[in-house]
Each structure stands twice: as structure tokens, then as C-alpha cells.
């Protein structure tokens, strides 16, 4: 009997996928801190790390011990290849070429993050509620936010959406990137619409192409800036 997820599964997507998610250079990070939302077992924060570049990642998991949130990416990265089994001709194979592919891909992802973790867990990885961040506002160049809002509409409210949205835009002095817009099928969730049009006023959102697609019509992110003054 396969097992079933209640929750946002957690597990690890990595640094390669957020470069190419959110159309990012690493020629242009030396100078950036940068906050990842909702993080779960991704790598990008130990790449940067690694890297001598800056990250925080935050996740409401990250209270638990680096083994049992191994674990748990593990047991969920099992979870994600059994219920694509049935439904690979949804999906785009481009970036990854199978399904097996994938499985080896995150599952390095994921080893990657828990090395980091057990060593940066409470400096760079932090337990935070997406709509409670702790920290001052404009603490942030960029802030990015991968697979939890739009693509769990059907779980998180529209509240959810634009308190989380308002929280992420005022710790960013510069830019909030928010990847994938699209649930099953391609089909885009209608919180996009709605996070566009309850905007404060001095801000402005871009819907922008980005090289990579996995889920279908998952080839664009919605970054949210603030106007410039003229």
C-alpha cells in the first residue's frame, strides 16, 4: 500500500533547479544576501554556503534534528516518485530525463542539505512561519519562494497567500521571486491573480520566462519589486 501525504512534502530540490527556476547568475550573487522561503531539504543555502555566498533558508521544520529531517526527505522523496509513476506524461522531461533521473537528482539534493544543516542549523537554517518572518524589514537583496504558495491552493487560503506575499515583499529591499505558478496539468492557480491585484501600491509584479519546466506550463516565475522613482 503506497503512503499518502496530508502536508507540503518535504524535499530537496536542487541548487541547479533554483538557478534555473528564478534566473539566477552566480556571477551576480557575491554582493546579495539572499532569504529562500520555505526551504525544505533544497541546497541551494549549502551551495552558497559553500560557495562563500549568502543565504538564510527558513522552514517550519527546521526545530527538528538533522536525522530526522534526512529521514523524512527520504521517506517523501519516495513518496513524490511512486505518485508520479502513473502521471509521467503530465510532466515536461527536459531537465530531468526519467523519473529515475529525478530520484537520483533530489536525493542528492537532499544528502547535500543535511550535511549543511547539521552544521548551520539555527545560524543559516532557522525555524520561521511564512507569515511571521523574523526579521527587520528591507533585511533581504532577494527573497525567493519555490513550491509552496500557488501550487498548494487547494490547501492554503488566499489569506495565506497574500499575508505570506506582504511578510516575504517587506523583508526584501529589492525583489521577491516566486516559482511555479502552475498546479496539476499545467493549470495556473487563480491565487497569481489575486497576489497581483492586492499589491501595495509601490510595488509592481513581472510574470518572467525562466529555463526550466518540469511541472507543464511551469516555465515562468512572478517576481514581485518594488517601484523604482522617477
Not at 155 to 165: C, E, G, I, W, Y
Not at 215 to 223: A, D, K, P, Q, Y
Request: charged share 25%; hydrophobic share 40%; aromatic share 12%.
Amino acid at each position: 500500500m503506497k503512503t499518502t501525504l496530508k502536508g507540503p512534502i518535504f524535499i530537496g530540490r536542487s541548487w541547479l533547479e533554483y538557478l534555473k527556476m528564478f534566473n539566477l547568475d552566480l556571477k551576480e550573487l557575491n554582493n546579495w544576501n539572499i532569504l529562500d522561503c520555505a526551504a525544505g531539504a533544497s541546497s541551494f543555502t549549502a551551495y552558497m554556503f559553500k560557495n562563500h555566498l549568502k543565504s538564510i533558508a527558513v522552514d517550519l521544520k527546521y526545530d527538528k534534528t538533522p536525522e530526522f529531517l534526512e529521514k523524512m526527505c527520504k521517506q517523501h522523496l519516495q513518496v513524490l516518485v511512486d505518485s508520479l509513476q502513473p502521471l509521467q506524461n503530465h510532466f515536461e522531461w527536459y531537465f530531468f530525463k526519467d523519473l529515475e533521473e529525478l530520484k537520483k537528482h533530489r536525493m542528492q539534493s537532499c544528502q547535500e542539505f543535511a550535511r549543511d544543516y547539521q552544521k548551520g542549523w539555527g545560524k543559516r537554517y532557522l525555524k520561521a512561519d511564512l507569515i511571521d518572518l523574523p526579521f527587520a524589514d528591507n533585511s533581504f537583496d532577494l527573497v525567493l519562494c519555490a513550491h509552496l504558495l500557488f501550487i498548494y491552493d487547494h490547501r492554503l487560503s488566499a489569506d495565506f497567500h497574500l499575508k505570506a506575499v506582504q511578510e516575504m515583499i517587506r523583508v526584501t529591499k529589492n525583489q521577491l521571486r516566486l516559482y511555479p505558478l502552475v498546479k496539476h496539468k499545467g493549470e495556473k492557480s487563480v491565487m497569481v491573480d489575486k497576489v497581483i491585484q492586492n499589491l501595495p501600491l509601490n510595488y509592481q509584479a513581472q510574470l518572467v520566462p525562466v529555463d526550466y519546466q518540469f511541472r507543464r506550463g511551469g516555465n515562468e516565475m512572478l517576481v514581485i519589486s518594488k517601484k523604482t522613482s522617477k
